[in-house]
């Protein structure tokens, strides 16, 4: 999707771009091959994991798509932790991770909560297992 930005009041339609073509969402895109580009996560939803830079939506969707469990994951800058509603998966999360990004274990941790919290629309609240971990939200 494109625009132009927020109207506010009606004369604001009548602006054009004020952007000069650029419209700053936090989204994060990849494009295949055929030139289509899909969103793959959040501006926001990186942490720095020893220096390397960690797409916790990216944490998310290998850990569905390993284990049969609902996850998020959330953290701070060389601590990430995967919630996750399966406790028979949660001991082999970690090195799966461990694994699969070639970053010492240390840096995770997973915690085992009967649900996600999430709202209406189903999006996850992160401001809610960050309370849970101690953090505060940007």
Do not use: W
């Amino acid at each position: 999707n494109v625009t132009l930005g927020y109207a506010e009041k009606g004369e604001d339609l009548a602006l054009g771009d004020l952007r000069g073509g650029i419209l700053e969402t936090g989204d994060m895109a990849k494009m295949d091959q055929d030139g289509y580009f899909y969103i793959v996560g959040r501006k926001k939803r990186f942490l720095k994991i020893y220096g390397n830079r960690v797409n916790l939506d990216e944490v998310d969707r290998m850990v569905k798509a390993r284990f049969d469990t609902d996850c998020a994951s959330t953290g701070v800058d060389d601590a990430l932790t995967v919630f996750v509603t399966n406790a028979e998966i949660a001991g082999e999360v970690r090195p799966f991770l461990a694994k699969k990004t070639s970053l010492n274990p240390s840096a995770f941790s997973v915690r085992v909560v009967p649900e996600i919290p999430k709202n209406t629309s189903g999006k996850v609240l992160y401001k809610e297992l960050d309370k849970e971990l101690g953090y505060g939200h940007s």
